[in-house]
């Protein structure tokens, strides 16, 4: 994948120069044809030929390896609490500038594949949605992946669903490859009841099929842009507790932190993304986190409901109420416009 990027690169700079590809073969004393190549990715560059392509364009192999592709990335799974519908208000909220890019409840990635930050460092506590993640780094995993979600298409049915949502009962289950499990996982969320990602008392997940006689599982073209994305950029996965992830973070990184969502009083809402939950303790103890975070120097962002817990914990700092739509839930009547916060300390 780096080859293609690289390739796209040295198009860019050629033609912005107005420059030929015969031009150019001859300044690189090589045949035309393997212009076209190079250009399209089809070859590997030696440190010789690279330093031969800086000099006949004049730019430094600084410039010649940054990139600055505005990717169009977005999230592969829909996932509870993801911030697709919320992105406009979280990037009036964003710094100015940062460092390190940190999610530490990364869920499907909405702000993640919006930046696209060269540096970043996420995490989730759902260990089948970080092996997506993993397969999407590598271009092998990648293409297993993606063969085995065509084949849940079409084989898809409801007694196919309850088929692969019944895997993780298997005692063997964690011993399954990654492809295999985020293949699984995406499937279901594409084609389970609404999207949701609910899972039981014993972590089995646990939500109906959604009735849908056939199912896209993915887009192409956004596979391809995630790929080029990872291609390039330093992103370092974490699969558990929150915390883990946020041990590097320093002085002017940026940490954005999206936890399951308090609950709005005498209200139920969504909030089990796994069987341990997320409740008041949780809450109390990430507040803790984001104040010593703030003590370092981090830039830090804060989602969550509206809610009195919230506002009494983070009142130290930039509260900003906005109404989001909720598109997931079990009950159709409780989707919907509700208020949630941004809390920032900068």
Not at 275 to 285: A, C, D, H, I, L
Request: charged share 25%; with cysteine.
């Amino acid at each position: 994948m780096i080859k293609e990027i690289l390739g796209e690169k040295i198009k860019q700079l050629r033609t912005s120069q107005n420059l030929s590809q015969k031009d150019f073969a001859k300044l690189l004393k090589i045949e035309r044809s393997q212009i076209s190549k190079i250009e399209s990715g089809k070859v590997n560059l030696t440190l010789e030929r690279i330093l031969k392509i800086s000099k006949a364009l004049e730019v430094s192999l600084d410039q010649l390896f940054t990139f600055k592709a505005a990717f169009n990335t977005k999230p592969v799974v829909k996932w509870a609490g993801g911030k697709t519908q919320l992105l406009s208000a979280l990037k009036e909220h964003l710094p100015e500038d940062f460092n390190n890019y940190f999610e530490p409840f990364v869920g499907g990635g909405a702000l993640l594949f919006a930046l696209n930050p060269k540096q970043a460092y996420i995490n989730d506590f759902n260990a089948d949605l970080m092996s997506i993640y993993e397969c999407l780094q590598d271009p092998k995993l990648t293409t297993k992946m993606l063969q085995l979600l065509k084949e849940h298409e079409k084989k898809h049915s409801e007694e196919y669903y309850y088929q692969i949502r019944s895997m993780d009962q298997d005692s063997n289950f964690n011993k399954l490859s990654l492809p295999i499990k985020g293949a699984r996982l995406i499937y279901l969320n594409k084609s389970c009841f609404n999207g949701l990602y609910r899972v039981n008392s014993k972590g089995y997940f646990n939500v109906p099929w959604g009735k849908k006689e056939k199912v896209v599982t993915f887009e192409e073209d956004n596979i391809k842009e995630i790929q080029k994305y990872f291609a390039i950029a330093n992103v370092r996965l974490f699969n558990g507790d929150y915390t883990k992830c946020l041990e590097k973070a320093q002085a002017n990184d940026f940490v954005y932190l999206d936890p399951p969502y308090d609950v709005i009083p005498n209200k139920s809402g969504f909030v089990s993304y796994n069987k341990e939950g997320f409740g008041t303790e949780e809450q109390v103890r990430l507040s803790q986190v984001y104040k010593e975070l703030n003590a370092k120097g981090v830039k830090v962002m804060l989602s969550n409901h509206n809610t009195p817990l919230i506002n009494e914990l983070y009142k130290d700092f930039k509260i900003t109420v906005v109404k989001a739509k909720r598109m997931i839930n079990s009950k159709g009547d409780k989707r919907g416009a509700v208020e949630e916060v941004i809390i920032t300390n900068y």
